[in-house]
């Protein structure tokens, strides 16, 4: 995830893109510029080609632009977790920012089939969420990558936000008894029905 906006009312990150649009990019020019190159000389065959490619540009344009968004709104008290894809964005769910203890790097051991191989760590942010029935983590995206340091700087910049939410002389971040007040009215974040 990238940090989009950091300022003292308003935290923003949103997934990073950089690999989806080289993949996006190179299955465009793969399946469907170069062949509409070979038909446009005589070889039409490479329609077909170009036919698929436009059906796989179009699947990976709806499928790899989808991105997870996690707003931190100090003045609203809430974070809004939602998904933006090539149509507009739809809402995850919305917790209460006093709720929130912390964020940290979730960590997956991902089994390789390979016997060569070793199992690998993957690793994704969430935010620990430690009230009611919400309680536990809540992830900020559904893709594991294999970079720790990117998933820790992403958290550090996350904590080092909601250390500084907490007004002098209060309780810290996400004590209990401001959880609990604010709990009631917050909707759990769900990934359902974002594939």
Known sequence: MNILKNTPDLLIVQDAHSRRLLIHSLVFVLFTIIPAAIALSGLYIAWIFVLVGGFLFGASLLILMRRARAEFDRCAGKVRLSTRGLFGSKPRGCLPLAS????EVETELRDVDDADKPDRWIYREALVVICGKYAGEHPLTEVLTDCPTHHEHVVEVINHWLAKAVPAGSETVGSATEATSA????????????L
């Open 100 to 103: 929130i203890a912390r964020a």
């Open 183 to 194: 709990c009631p009215s917050a909707s759990p974040p769900s990934f359902a029905g974002t």
